[in-house]
């Protein structure tokens, strides 16, 4: 019932919109501001909310302001940007990199400095010290907020504060997160007191719901920036869960349940009643959750509703991502010719040399997620009529939405009941979550409970068969991903349950 738009603003799309050019422009590719008003009045109109994407750690370098900080040295917007001499024969202020590859630094010889971008070397980083940018970036969410949109997604919103005086990063931690630096800006010295304002002079004022991108900031550092009487955001995108412990997003691995299933059991418990967690496994930045777990697809449906099953059944704010609810997998890119993402890109060419470049890339490639929405076996999956824009995923002859919708234990009706389970139950939502600390390893199990109202969830993390827990429920059997009763005391693969006392 609420849709979060990935950016649509007016944008030169070196990071598919994440560099903005223009605020208070929609992108040509994407229709105009009349289309963006009849998209959110059609939204309200069936009782739902739109959440856009306010990226405000950084601009395009085509913004104007950009532009005039770089040319113009009597430009208001001369002190908008992160600006720095550098040391002296071509080397930058610092030696952090660029998550996105290569150092975090362009020189610009029309100003005889160097400007800092923490992505792209077109996404300029704002100098958010400069009250002036702050008031500007407040009026920009005002702006649409005053249009009546619902509320922001906001993009690595944990970053905007850097440490005084931009000191090296550490070599350890550098080759640890794959880029130096990030210790002064992951958790900066200012964050607070600049989501406070943020929260003061815009989200406030409309009431608006707010979910911060926080990478690496944890429980304890994501509780002081949701706790209900801080002031600061609702919720945040924690994503500790999102790859197993000691390996990173570019490695070929087989993604493990368990550990994930820990880090979320944890948040549950211990993130408190004052704060609100978000539940996830998809987004535009992260392969298939699907093909990660299980490469070969054999227990391709069965995992995809578990996943829903785990989704719907745990506290906090569920959001899917788009063809989660099909079960899309990730797409077998030939080469790199048919990738478009600029991460995968510079990752690719950084790597040429160190042989096996694509292969690294293709395992975490940010563009498994991004292919067409596969709505039909029409061509291109039903897509577009014309040559979109980046390759389709051949599967869409058997994973789409209109079969989906025709086939009645489809991945999709799953996600459905459960949606609606969840709203008609309170508890599903707000209920205590006890888990069974005594379950086999391997298996998730836990209750929630409410009122009087109980519901038990088994899940079986693993390809393997597992002893079945007996906790002496004796409910009703309400979903599972098996269609055929099981015999004996055991979880078959991946298998998940949920009962209602
Ligand atoms: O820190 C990271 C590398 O491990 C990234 O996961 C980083 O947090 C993430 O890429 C930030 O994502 C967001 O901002 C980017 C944009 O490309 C992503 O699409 C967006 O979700 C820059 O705006």
């Not at 010889?109 to 010290?129: C, I, T, V, Y």
């Not at 979109?388 to 079969?403: L, T």
Request: hydrophobic share 35%; net charge negative.
């Amino acid at each position: 019932d609420a849709i979060w738009c990935s950016p649509v603003y007016d944008s030169p799309n070196d990071d598919n919109g994440y560099d903005i050019r223009d605020y208070r422009k929609i992108m040509r590719e994407f229709g105009t501001m009349e289309d963006f008003d009849r998209l959110l009045s059609e939204v309200h109109a069936r009782n739902m909310r739109l959440i856009m994407d306010l990226v405000i750690n950084h601009s395009s370098d085509e913004h104007e302001w950009f532009r005039s900080s770089a040319t113009d040295p009597d430009s208001p917007y001369r002190d908008f940007y992160i600006w720095r001499k550098g040391k002296g024969d071509g080397i930058p202020p610092n030696n952090w990199d660029s998550i996105f590859s290569g150092p975090a630094w362009n020189y610009y010889p029309e100003r005889g400095e160097w400007a800092m971008h923490l992505f792209s070397s077109k996404q300029m980083d704002f100098n958010w010290d400069n009250e002036a940018v702050r008031k500007e970036l407040f009026q920009i969410a005002n702006w649409w907020l005053e249009k009546g949109i619902d509320g922001f997604r906001l993009d690595v919103i944990s970053f905007i504060s850097k440490k005084e005086g931009l000191p090296d990063g550490n070599a350890v931690i550098g080759s640890l997160m794959g880029f130096k630096g990030c210790e002064h800006y992951f958790y900066g010295p200012h964050l607070h007191q600049y989501l406070r304002e943020l929260r003061e002079h815009s989200f406030g004022k409309f009431d608006a719901f707010t979910v911060g991108e926080c990478q690496g900031t944890g429980l304890q550092m994501s509780r002081l920036m949701t706790g209900d009487d801080r002031g600061e955001l609702d919720v945040v995108f924690s994503f500790d869960h999102m790859d197993n412990p000691g390996k990173q997003r570019f490695q070929d691995y087989r993604f493990d349940l368990r550990p994930m299933a820990k880090n979320l059991m944890e948040w549950q418990l211990e993130y408190g009643n004052h704060c609100w967690p978000t539940v996830f496994f998809e987004n535009h930045d992260h392969p298939r959750m699907v093909s990660k777990i299980d490469p070969d697809g054999a227990y391709r449906c069965e995992i995809a509703k578990l996943l829903a099953m785990l989704q719907m059944t745990l506290k906090g704010t569920p959001f899917i991502y788009q063809g989660q609810e099909l079960g899309m997998t990730n797409t077998p890119f030939a080469s790199i010719d048919e990738l478009r993402d600029v991460e995968s890109v510079n990752l690719y060419h950084k790597l040429m040399d160190e042989g096996e470049a694509f292969r690294t890339v293709l395992s975490g490639s940010r563009d498994h997620a991004r292919t067409p929405m596969q709505w039909s076996g029409e061509k291109n999956a039903g897509f577009s009529e014309g040559t979109p824009w980046i390759r389709v995923n051949p599967d869409y002859f058997k994973i789409n939405a209109a079969d989906e919708e025709n086939a009645i234990d489809s991945v999709l009706h799953f996600y459905r009941s459960l949606i609606a389970l969840r709203k008609e139950n309170p508890a599903l939502v707000y209920g205590d979550v006890i888990p069974v600390t005594a379950s086999p390893k391997g298996l998730l199990c836990y209750f929630r409970r409410m009122d009087g109202q109980r519901f038990y969830v088994e899940l079986n993390l693993t390809g393997k068969t597992v002893q079945h827990v007996n906790t002496g429920m004796r409910g009703t059997l309400l979903y599972s991903n098996y269609t055929t009763r099981r015999e004996g005391a055991v979880m078959r693969p991946y298998e998940a349950n949920l009962y209602q006392d």
